[in-house]
């Protein structure tokens, strides 16, 4: 890169990133791949699956004893 006279460096202007050939190949095998197990996915509702066991393990779970009223009891 090009420094100016007070040494710092001199912007290029408005630059657009390209991604190379090879980028664009490896994704599109990734995403030809993984389609049909999306599909295999939500035909039997595998992710809901997922969410209700994940909603379970982590999901709050409040054992408070309440009284009459519904409050929790102060002591």
Not at 30 to 40: D, G, H, N, R, S
Not at 53 to 73: D, H, M
Request: aromatic letters at 18%; charged letters at 15%; hydrophobic letters at 45%.
């Amino acid at each position: 890169m090009k420094r100016d006279a007070k040494g710092r460096f001199q912007s290029k202007g408005f630059v657009i990133p390209i991604a190379n050939a090879l980028f664009i190949i490896n994704t599109l095998l990734i995403l030809l791949f993984l389609l049909p197990w999306l599909f295999v996915g939500a035909k039997f509702r595998i992710f809901e699956k997922i969410y209700d066991v994940l909603s379970f393990l982590f999901g709050q779970q409040c054992n408070c004893y309440q009284n009459e009223n519904g409050n929790t009891s102060k002591y």
